[in-house]
């Protein structure tokens, strides 16, 4: 069985070997111009099949990748909200302090005012404006 099979396969190699003896420059010939159009023709649109198809699983990819970036870029956004609020009410606190502290020190002054125009008071005729 092995020995037909060997035998064969030689059969097979000596008739084409026969076949391109006879025609081998027309298979040249042939050859030249199937690879001429081959790269003229064929050899674009399979690259465009390939580019396509790469920009398809990159979209792929860049859609899952998209997912995971966009998630992340929530969870900072979330954290830079939570900082601003706790800024915001922090911030919020120390006006009002301020605020307060404005207030204390101008009541403080009216008080002393009042203080000074309850003392003046005796020096009513004179003409001074005590404020």
Same mark, same amino acid.
């Given at each position: 069985?092995?020995?037909?099979?060997?035998?064969?396969?030689?059969?097979?190699?000596?008739?084409?070997?026969?076949?391109?003896?006879?025609?081998?420059?027309?298979?040249?010939?042939?050859?030249?111009?199937?690879?001429?159009?081959?790269?003229?023709?064929?050899?674009?649109?399979?690259?465009?099949?390939?580019?396509?198809?790469?920009?398809?699983?990159?979209?792929?990819?860049?859609?899952?990748?998209?997912?995971?970036?966009?998630?992340?870029?929530?969870?900072?956004?979330?954290?830079?909200?939570?900082?601003?609020?706790?800024?915001?009410?922090?911030?919020?606190?120390?006006?009002?302090?301020?605020? %307060?502290?404005?207030?204390?020190? %101008?009541?403080?002054?009216?008080?002393?005012?009042?203080? %000074?125009?309850?003392?003046?008071?005796?020096?009513?005729?004179?003409?001074?404006?005590?404020?």
């Amino acid at each position: 069985m092995l020995f037909e099979i060997y035998d064969y396969i030689n059969y097979l190699f000596k008739s084409l070997w026969f076949y391109i003896k006879m025609n081998g420059w027309y298979l040249m010939f042939l050859s030249i111009v199937i690879f001429y159009v081959y790269i003229k023709y064929f050899k674009s649109m399979i690259m465009e099949y390939y580019e396509r198809k790469e920009y398809e699983r990159r979209k792929k990819f860049d859609a899952s990748v998209d997912e995971k970036y966009s998630k992340n870029i929530e969870e900072a956004r979330k954290r830079a909200q939570e900082r601003y609020n706790m800024n915001k009410h922090k911030y919020r606190e120390e006006e009002e302090k301020k605020k %307060k502290e404005e207030l204390e020190k %101008k009541i403080h002054n009216l008080d002393d005012k009042i203080t %000074k125009m309850k003392r003046m008071e005796g020096f009513k005729g004179i003409g001074h404006k005590v404020f």
